[in-house]
C-alpha cells in the first residue's frame, strides 16, 4: 500500500473529527468509542493535523507497542511524514 502526504493528512483531520466525537458520547456515558488512526496519546495531545503529525514525527517509536496496522503504518515512514508535516505548516 503506498500511502501519499494527503492520506496522512486526511486521517490526521478524520482524527482530530473522532476525538471530539468521541468526547462528546462521553458525556453522555455512551461507550460507542470510535479508534483513532494515529496514537491515542498523540490525538489527545493534537490541536490541529500539523500537531498531530508532527507529534507521530516526533514520537514515533510509540507505534511500535501498538497491535493496530494503521498506526504502524503512519507511523512507519518518516518521509512521509516530514511531507505532510510540510503541507500541514501554518503560514
Do not use: W
Amino acid at each position: 500500500m503506498s500511502l501519499k502526504p494527503q492520506n496522512i493528512i486526511q486521517a490526521a483531520a478524520a482524527d482530530l473529527a473522532r476525538k471530539r466525537r468521541n468526547a462528546e458520547q462521553a458525556k453522555y456515558r455512551d461507550h460507542a468509542y470510535e479508534q483513532y488512526a494515529f496514537h491515542r496519546s498523540h490525538v489527545r495531545r493534537a490541536i490541529c493535523a500539523h500537531d498531530l503529525v508532527l507529534l507521530a514525527l516526533m514520537d514515533g517509536p510509540v507505534a511500535d507497542k501498538t497491535a493496530k496496522e494503521n498506526t504502524r503504518l503512519i507511523y512507519g515512514n518518516a518521509r512521509l511524514l516530514v511531507d505532510a508535516m510540510r503541507i500541514t505548516a501554518p503560514s
